[in-house]
């Protein structure tokens, strides 16, 4: 799935895709799928409110997320996590949380119904 939002002006086209997770595990050493389900939960936790309200490591989470699906949908962004964090300013690259886990949500999405066993 690719998608373009917009972040502080700056139009970002990121892509989720099988490649994500291998990409996450060899950039950061995490389980994208973890890390993905914690950032979740600390949102419910928080009742869906600001992203700002995060721990420090959730706020961490979301950015090396960020960072991967716009470095997987265009290969021209920094190398560096850091480098990519400084063409943004501080809080709206939080505004895109939801983008991204809508993103996640939909890649990651069964697709068909488990199948039943005969005479069970």
């Not at 409110?49 to 490591?57: A, F, N, Q, T, V």
């Not at 991967?68 to 505004?95: A, C, S």
């Amino acid at each position: 799935m690719v998608k373009t939002i917009t972040i502080n002006g700056i139009s970002c086209r990121l892509k989720s895709s099988a490649a994500i997770p291998r990409i996450y595990r060899i950039r950061f050493g995490r389980d994208i799928f973890v890390d993905m389900q914690k950032l979740s939960k600390q949102i419910e936790r928080n009742g869906g409110g600001e992203e700002s309200d995060l721990p420090i490591e959730s706020l961490e989470l979301f950015e090396n997320i960020a960072y991967v699906m716009h470095k997987h949908g265009d290969r021209e962004q920094p190398d560096d996590i850091n480098d990519w964090l400084d063409q943004f300013e501080t809080f709206d690259i939080y505004e895109v949380l939801p983008e991204i886990l809508t993103m996640w949500k939909i890649e990651n999405r069964q697709m068909s119904e488990g199948k039943k066993k005969e005479g069970r």
